[in-house]
């Protein structure tokens, strides 16, 4: 059945590091106003970290007022900015010299400092250190969150423009990605480099549509989709999955002979189909741009959607112009970053998404299973009383603010 939290977890802190396992974050209870992890219960610190609710709730009812960290999960990285070491003057240098990052999810720390939560490509090592006041919190490090406690007394918040609950992650710019890892993130991943959970349609529609601008015909698209899904995709898509791909992209007319590639609005949105993949929506019906939060399908603003498609469609023109040394390629790819400068060519492209196949989603797709109940700490199948993590799949645009405990 559904139960309501106990009264112990109706604390502010407690009812925090649930939202933040639910959205697969993991978590660690760390002493109260302090950011080293509580050891009577997390006796390996960040290695204990986990997004399970039933530990969250047992940690949190031992300690109530336990302060919380987030284990950075994998694809993420944290900018961790600290005034005091002269972080604000090393940032405000870079982005005087490389422009202005991207707005992302933001935490103000209850030192004054800023954290900031960027996306970061799979597999890519990223050093500890920017500059003076600049740290780096990747995969197997942790950050205090709200609404905890500094030593000092003051929490820490989300920014207002910067809550998780209303953005996600912005992907880290290429400079910034590039000053972290030396200039590794301009070169190409391995090809036989895994494809973790979550990239898997996105990385594999990519593949698709550079297969179909290159001529080759969908059975030979589907094929080689099948191969690459079950030599690197971990674990492998539904076989039927991977053939609704190919199926896809094989629908549209590969570029034309002496053409290196698809070229304006519609060129940018068969790009942007790969890269946005399960994260966006058109719904017809509403008129409106969907997103992903990890949990539910949101509303969010055309504006929003454009600024992501922009970045996105940067870094990834970036990153190939770097794959490259063909005179004609860079100038081509030149011409494309430019080109994702001009709003109009951004909505434009947005404007040929409306109608892609797995983005266009009729009012009688969404919340079409009348048996999923969607809760705080998965879904729920009210046939069989399961409980299965979230999944965009399921189009669900409603969420019960409360927590599943089968045995209550």
Not at 90 to 99: F, I, N, P, W
Not at 229 to 243: F, G, H, I, T, Y
Request: glycine letters at 8%; aromatic letters at 6%.
């Amino acid at each position: 059945m559904v139960a309501e939290l106990p009264d112990v977890l109706t604390t502010e802190l407690a009812m925090a590091a649930l939202r933040y396992a639910a959205r697969g974050w993991p978590v660690l209870p760390l002493v109260p106003k302090s950011k080293e992890p509580l050891a009577r219960l997390v006796a390996h610190g960040v290695k204990d970290a986990t997004a399970d609710p039933r530990t969250v709730h047992a940690w949190w009812e031992m300690e109530p007022t336990a302060n919380i960290g987030i284990a950075v999960p994998t694809g993420l990285f944290v900018l961790d900015v600290d005034p005091r070491a002269g972080g604000n003057e090393s940032l405000a240098e870079l982005e005087r010299k490389h422009g202005p990052l991207p707005a992302t999810i933001e935490c103000l720390t209850g030192g004054g400092g800023r954290h900031l939560y960027f996306r970061v490509p799979h597999g890519l090592r990223l050093r500890g250190k920017l500059g003076p006041g600049l740290d780096v919190k990747a995969n197997g490090s942790y950050v205090v969150a709200p609404p905890s406690l500094h030593p000092s007394g003051g929490p820490y918040v989300w920014e207002v423009s910067g809550h998780p609950a209303d953005v996600e992650p912005a992907p880290a710019p290429m400079w910034l990605l590039d000053l972290l890892s030396d200039g590794q993130a301009a070169r190409p991943a391995a090809d036989d480099a895994p494809i973790p959970e979550g990239e898997r349609n996105a990385t594999l529609t990519s593949l698709a549509g550079a297969m179909r601008r290159k001529g080759m015909s969908p059975a030979a698209i589907e094929a080689a989709l099948l191969a690459e899904n079950a030599a690197r995709c971990d674990p492998p898509l539904d076989k039927d999955e991977v053939r609704t791909i190919a199926r896809s992209v094989g629908r549209y007319d590969p570029a034309p002979a002496g053409e290196p590639d698809l070229q304006k609005d519609y060129g940018h949105a068969t790009v942007l189909a790969g890269l946005f993949g399960n994260h966006y929506r058109w719904a017809v019906h509403r008129g409106a741009w969907m997103i992903w939060n990890g949990q539910v399908w949101r509303p969010v603003p055309e504006e929003a959607v454009a600024k992501v498609a922009a970045d996105e469609l940067r870094r990834h023109y970036a990153t190939e112009m770097a794959a490259t040394t063909d005179k004609a390629a860079l100038q081509d790819l030149g011409k494309k970053v430019t080109e994702t400068c001009v709003y109009s060519r951004i909505t434009g492209a947005l404007n040929f998404l409306k109608g892609w196949p797995g983005v266009l989603t009729l009012a009688e797709e969404w919340d079409r299973d009348p048996w999923l109940l969607n809760v705080r700490n998965g879904t729920l199948d009210l046939r069989t009383c399961a409980l299965r993590p979230h999944a965009p799949a399921d189009l669900l645009t409603q969420i019960a603010s409360v927590q599943y405990d089968p045995n209550a």
